[in-house]
């Protein structure tokens, strides 16, 4: 029985993902499966560079549209709900194989390289609910004693965690001893590959370092020009500033700024220098995955053709 296919574009923090993966949809008649985990809230627009709604998905329904191309998984909670790994997982599959019964091809677009795998490997992931007053606990270690300590109790428990977590992410680790918790297992052995679900074929957008760099300044800028600080200012009176989806960077540090901790421009150099760091992390992440390394949109088209049996264009 033939797998479905699904193309997986991914890459650092403003590689260029977006457009790309816009490109090829229309021309290859797809649908985008969002594969980040910061998209999925509702009005963090600015900070996390979602793509543009069409006018007309805010009338007509509650689909996502972006230049004429559905797109899935964003906009689908708040800010202040809790969406996990095998959540994702779930609703990611089911998007994906509802696209190829209508016909289209499916295009999971993201940085998320946790999200990605998870959908390439197949793990068996277990349905754990947050927990609020272990993670209450664990927060308050976080704040007495760093995130080092935190990871530092993970990898006692589960050595091999050491391969899976970001030592630097304080919410993947909590999330991970969280799980342990409730299972009474390690984290790792959540963590083995099962059967493929689809025929995969995954392309990387790079860029030249100093090129990257020199977009991610510029883009950070662009948002402080285009009212993210008023984002900010909106989404965290509304919801407060102890939410996990406020973890993101561009929120940190405007919440920083807005509490008078930072100036604006401390706060966008924080914000350009984070995100260059977490591009940094995302390519070591990303050595994880069977990756296609591409440069260009010609590049994608051909060898997106070529995987699903499509002709050349001046070929046959």
Not at 180 to 208: I, N, Q, Y
């Amino acid at each position: 029985m033939k797998l479905p296919k699904l193309i997986i574009i991914t890459g650092p923090t403003a590689s260029g993902k977006t457009a790309l993966s816009l490109k090829l949809a229309k021309k290859i008649h797809g649908e985008i499966i969002s594969a980040d985990s910061r998209q999925i809230y509702r009005g963090m627009d600015i900070g996390t560079a979602k793509p543009s709604r069409d006018q007309r998905s805010k009338i007509k329904d509650q689909n996502f549209y972006s230049k004429g191309i559905r797109h899935h998984l964003i906009d689908i909670r708040n800010p202040d709900q809790p969406y996990t790994l095998a959540e994702f997982k779930r609703d990611a599959i089911k998007a994906i194989n509802t696209i190829a019964k209508r016909g289209r091809v499916p295009f999971l677009v993201g940085g998320t390289a946790l999200y990605i795998w998870a959908i390439l490997e197949n793990p068996e992931i277990p349905e754990v609910k947050p927990n609020s007053k272990f993670r209450n606990l664990l927060e308050r270690q976080l704040q007495r004693h760093g995130v080092q300590y935190l990871y530092k109790k993970l990898i006692l428990k589960d050595p091999e965690a050491a391969c899976i977590i970001d030592p630097k992410n304080p919410r993947r680790i909590i999330r991970a001893l969280e799980i342990m918790h409730a299972t009474g297992k390690p984290f790792s052995d959540s963590r083995k590959k099962g059967a493929s679900l689809f025929d995969c074929m995954v392309l990387g957008m790079k860029l030249p370092p100093a090129k990257l760099k020199k977009i991610i300044k510029l883009r950070a800028a662009q948002q402080l020009r285009s009212n993210l600080i008023s984002e900010v200012r909106r989404l965290t009176k509304k919801y407060g500033i102890q939410r996990q989806a406020f973890d993101a960077i561009g929120y940190r540090e405007i919440i920083s700024h807005l509490n008078g901790q930072i100036s604006k421009a401390e706060a966008l150099k924080q914000i350009q220098n984070n995100t260059w760091h977490f591009a940094g992390r995302q390519m070591t992440w990303f050595k994880k995955l069977p990756i296609e390394w591409i440069k260009n949109y010609k590049q994608a088209e051909t060898k997106i053709k070529t995987h699903l049996f499509l002709p050349l264009e001046g070929g046959g």
